[in-house]
């Protein structure tokens, strides 16, 4: 599974957004691999209907709905969703917020994907039996070393202890991956797919950067 | 003005938030006033692919677009709102983040209505020159008391102190507006529309409700 | 053993903390029981300087020394402190920073104590190697339900689940402790020790309700 | 006025934050100039107990006493200190925390210093009445530039429209102050007295850095 997480950038908002999203549907389709993605939040209704993709939101408020003016609870997100990443590096939550967030995406049938920043996070995050958890290791993040050339062990160590923790609990590997080489590798060493956001988002042809990251499954 | 927060409720989510939508902009086009409405935030694209009525939004983060995940910012936000709430009591923000979204939101061309929760706090955020303050009195907020029974005279001292330091600024009333009757006081306390939330959205007949708030314009 | 948390109450300020301190000082020597208390951070200094008896800091930002005006970091604690809570129910924190935090405690000899909510957040928690665990049901905090009474499954539970997964983690009952009896019966359940507030900082004699909490170890 | 920072540096820790703010008061005394000196929380009892120049908090947290764990009320700050921070640049706040935190100084008869970031947020938060105004132009934190060399007009322009808005708020220059000259030329430009950190807790010879500020007012 390839995650394509949008951010807020300029380059994946609005109409730029729902093009990045089609690219994202083509390469699937033709591939028959699986590529999920992460608009915007006001977008994500936009997107949702024009593409047959997975929809993920990139974030989830830890409140039921309410009083709660501005927030975005996961019962306005699911029209449009299936699913959500959680505690993403640019957007930290609390423990319990994460744990409340997990269980409401079960009881909800969203897939939850939980960020993470090192290995003993991971291991304390893979308790709450998201679907997913995605190992950020900050030495990788938005730097131009690659999984492939740079702490493979990282990655392999996080599955590993993971899985023995939570078997039920795939891993993604949320760093450091900018090629099809890279997605390879990741698989190798045990995780179940990439998240990653610029390598596609600012890429100058953002189709070639995916047929060049499909190849790699 | 009329402005109508449909904030995080079940009753103004997805499908229900466009019926509700559907209902302002029938009234207001029925009644030739103006009548605003403010989505939540993943049915912003939704509600103003189908209304022709003004759309605001109920939030926007103080950042700008990037690397950014899960924020939402104004440049998101514009493709489907043009204006927004900032400050609600339900998301309160830093005076320097006020600051950054009243002149950003002047310069893309959205209105600005920033709620305020005493008259020093209305007086200082007027300095601003937002389009709008939206005065909420912890007094009023969410009960039963209505600005027409119960301190008529904290609307109005706002309103003239507002006045006084930036005429420039139009004042709505934020709380304590149920009816018509209560609108007609709110604008003859010198507000020129009020802003209001549960009196629509989780009206048993939010049309019956909504016709009864317009007229008192 | 007790861990008072004297919390921001006007009953634990500046020399009233003092005496209170000096209350539980008594107590547990006459008792030869472990009473640690835990001051408002700016009495830390004045009652570390007149107690013999372990002093804990209430929170601790999760920030390292430097341009961080109005932060507590754990070097500015530790001058006065030998341990500190950490993601207390009325200061939770995001999951990176406690374990950013309990690391940082390990590395400077300082015992960490890791409030929790429930038996999913206590077992990833324990993951983390904190020195205790304090559980705090929300069903028993604040409230006049004791655990002897109520609930024990839940403290027997989470006590069996954090030692499977962690036997180095001690746990402590967090809510719900009023009396002696409630502490025996804490311990029975398998915790070392209970973490209350107001059932000594708001009692009328606090003197007397330490020897009675005591009385149950 | 000199208003010294003492930040969350390890060069003010503890002993050396008491140590430093010696320093400041024997230059305060031999001067005949106000020094205030504002220590780390922590740190804040055993600095106002070792000198006679006022004390001042770095921040606290817009709450009343009771069950705030871990919190800094200004109930608790006020044992040690006579004034505070409000609004730090490394501690922003909301504009109704800070409209409360300094109608509560001036209930508790503490001075209030609210710092700001640019001219409108200056503007705004002098009809809030703090004592002080402490402007932080971005432009100048931090940096190797000087309120002399660079941007006078910014500093001129903050102290007119303030006063004209508020006569009865004084003004620090809270940025671009390194030397004698500087204070000379902050107090030409209209303000009152600086605020400053790195300048002097940095300094290799803090007392010979404070010598040649105060030679400037």
């Given amino acids: ?10 380059e994946s908002l609005g109409k ?32 949702s209907k024009e593409v047959s993709i997975p929809v993920f939101s990139q974030h989830i408020d830890p409140v039921d709905p309410g009083s ?5 609870t996961l019962e306005s997100v699911r029209s ?5 990443l959680i505690n993403h590096s640019e957007k930290r939550m609390k ?7 997990v269980k409401k995406c079960r009881n909800f049938g969203l897939t939850s994907i939980v960020c993470t920043n090192n290995i003993e996070v991971s291991m304390a995050c893979s308790l709450l039996t998201p679907d ?11 730097g131009d070393i690659s999984v492939t050339s740079a702490s493979p062990e990282i990655v392999e160590d996080s599955v590993k202890k993971i899985k023995k923790i939570n078997p039920r609990v795939k891993v993604l590997c949320g760093a450091g991956v900018k090629t099809g080489k890279d997605v390879k590798k990741a698989l190798e060493l045990g995780t179940e797919g990439v998240l990653l956001a610029s390598g596609v988002v600012k890429a100058e042809d953002p189709e070639k ?9």
């Fill in 132 to 142: 997913y958890i995605a190992i950020e290791p900050p030495e990788l993040i938005g």
């Fill in 1 to 10: 599974m390839i995650v394509v997480n949008f951010k807020a950038c300029v």
């Fill in 68 to 72: 709660r003016t501005g927030h975005i």
């Fill in 209 to 217: 950067a995916l047929r060049d990251l499909v190849s790699g499954i």
């Fill in 16 to 47: 730029k957004g729902l093009t990045l999203a089609k690219i994202c549907e083509k390469v699937a389709q033709e591939s028959k691999k699986e590529i999920v993605v992460c608009p915007q939040t006001p977008d994500l209704c936009l997107v």
């Fill in 95 to 101: 423990i319990a917020d994460i744990e409340y967030l």
């Fill in 80 to 84: 449009y969703a299936t699913g959500t």
